[in-house]
Nanobody, 123 residues
Framework: QVQLVESGGGLVQAGGSLRLSCGAS????????MAWFRQAPGKEREFVAA???????YYVASMKGRFTISRDNAQSPVYLQMNSLKPEDTAVYYC?????????????????WGQGTQVTVSS
C-alpha cells in the first residue's frame, strides 16, 4: 500500500517562509508527476504546483515566483518552498501522485493523496 506523507506545515507570520515535504512509503512507483494542492476553509481544493518525472515544472500563475516545487531525483521526496507567504495562503496542503500521463492540473488525475498538512499565515 502506498502512503504519501506531508510534513513541514505550521504557523508563520505574513512575509515568512515554509518548506513542505512529501515522502512516499510502502510500495513505491516512479510517478508520472507529483503535485501539491491546497484547500482553504470553505473553498474547493485547488492546484498549486507539480513536477513531472522528467523535471518539468507547473505552477498556478498567481503563485509562481513565490512557490517553488522541487525534488532531488525521481524517487526522492518532493518539496514545496513557499516564500512571501500571505494570509490567503492559509490552507491544508496536500501532496498527490499520478501514475499515468495526462494533465497535471486536475484532482481526478491523481491516484494517491497524503493526509495534508496545515499551513496558517497570520497577518
Amino acid at each position: 500500500q502506498v502512503q504519501l506523507v506531508e510534513s513541514g506545515g505550521g504557523l508563520v507570520q505574513a512575509g515568512g517562509s515554509l518548506r513542505l515535504s512529501c515522502g512516499a512509503s510502502g510500495r513505491t512507483f516512479t510517478y508520472y508527476a507529483m503535485a501539491w494542492f491546497r484547500q482553504a476553509p470553505g473553498k474547493e481544493r485547488e492546484f498549486v504546483a507539480a513536477i513531472s518525472w522528467s523535471g518539468d515544472l507547473y505552477y498556478v500563475a498567481s503563485m509562481k515566483g513565490r512557490f517553488t516545487i522541487s525534488r532531488d531525483n525521481a524517487q526522492s521526496p518532493v518539496y514545496l518552498q513557499m516564500n512571501s507567504l500571505k494570509p490567503e495562503d492559509t490552507a491544508v496542503y496536500y501532496c498527490a501522485g499520478k501514475l499515468s500521463a495526462g494533465s497535471v492540473y486536475f484532482i481526478k488525475e491523481y491516484d494517491y493523496w497524503g493526509q495534508g498538512t496545515q499551513v496558517t499565515v497570520s497577518s
